[in-house]
């Protein structure tokens, strides 16, 4: 039998017929990095053979125990329901990774990478991961080939309201972008220049179809309140109009649309209480230091004069 996953799913072709045929590529991993503190991440990938297209790739970063509750060779199945518990936080501090291995996959050409054998694979998941956290890692990575039927029991959003035999021919992306807009919080927000992603601020809905997501979005909201808090996932304040994306839940994003005027003054934006109270903090013990230094300079002119 060959080594790639083409050549594989070829040979293994040639007894399957229709949706039992295998034309979807798995691979998933866990990597962990540092000494003390142990940073711990996990990925899923997902290409379609057939359309020479990656149709889905998730990463997640954290310090956290949880991440190493799954192994890398748990079943496909079990390793997307855990990645639908991992945190908005931990989620979006894996933008930076899925981003740079888009654009290796894009250098590469995925005709070129689905001629690769797993130990390719483990080293172009091995470079980009380095190359995006700047440390040596340590990969554990488990390959798969699914047919249609095994990949609408792994992953059903993936051919909601299409045929079987639709499905197969053209996957869809199901990642959801809804329009939102920023809430300025000028004295205990965060200044957009200071974001980061992985930060968690406060944003409103205006899409036309946020009623649908009221459900879905409800353990983000703000009680008694319309703001919702999203995972930042990536910021452009370079452009005369920038933009801010978060993400809210798995495959569910917003994206923020900022005016030059916006952009330019740098204004601070709402972030969760816990967040503010820091910055309140912060901005106390100031102000206390401030007024004993205030204290001491009029005693001192006080004796002096």
Do not use: W
Not at 61 to 74: G, Q, V
Not at 145 to 171: C, H, N, V
Not at 179 to 197: D, F, N, R, T
Not at 239 to 251: A, L, M, R, T
């Amino acid at each position: 039998m060959g080594n790639s996953a083409k050549e594989i799913a070829a040979e293994m072709n040639q007894t399957n017929t229709g949706a039992n045929k295998k034309i979807y590529l798995i691979f998933q991993g866990k990597f962990f990095y540092g000494n003390r503190t142990k940073e711990h991440g996990i990925f899923l990938v997902m290409i379609n053979i057939k359309e020479e297209e990656i149709i889905r790739s998730n990463f997640a970063l954290s310090t956290a125990y949880k991440l190493r509750n799954i192994s890398y060779d748990s079943t496909n199945k079990d390793f997307i329901e855990f990645f639908k518990n991992i945190s908005l936080k931990d989620r979006s501090q894996g933008v930076q990774i899925k981003e740079n291995l888009k654009e290796k996959v894009k250098t590469v050409g995925v005709s070129n990478l689905l001629g690769y054998d797993q130990a390719e694979f483990e080293s172009l998941m091995q470079e980009t991961i380095e190359n995006t956290v700047q440390e040596n890692i340590n990969l554990h990575l488990n390959y798969d080939l699914r047919s249609t039927i095994e990949m609408k029991d792994i992953y059903p959003s993936l051919f909601e309201d299409q045929g079987i035999d639709e499905a197969e021919d053209e996957p869809e992306e199901d990642i959801i972008k809804l329009e939102c807009k920023e809430i300025i919080a000028p004295v205990q927000g965060k200044k957009m220049s200071q974001l980061e992603v992985g930060d968690i601020i406060l944003v409103k809905l205006i899409d036309s179809r946020k009623a649908d997501f009221n459900e879905k979005l409800k353990n983000l909201r703000v009680e008694g309140t319309d703001k919702i808090k999203g995972g930042v996932a990536a910021i452009d304040l370079t452009k005369e109009q920038g933009n801010i994306v978060v993400q809210f839940i798995e495959d569910v994003y917003g994206i923020i649309t900022l005016d030059e005027d916006t952009v330019k003054t740098g204004v601070k934006l709402a972030v969760p209480s816990s967040q503010s109270k820091e910055d309140k903090a912060e901005s106390d013990l100031l102000v206390n230091i401030l007024f004993v230094l205030l204290v001491v300079i009029i005693i001192s002119f006080y004796f002096l004069s």
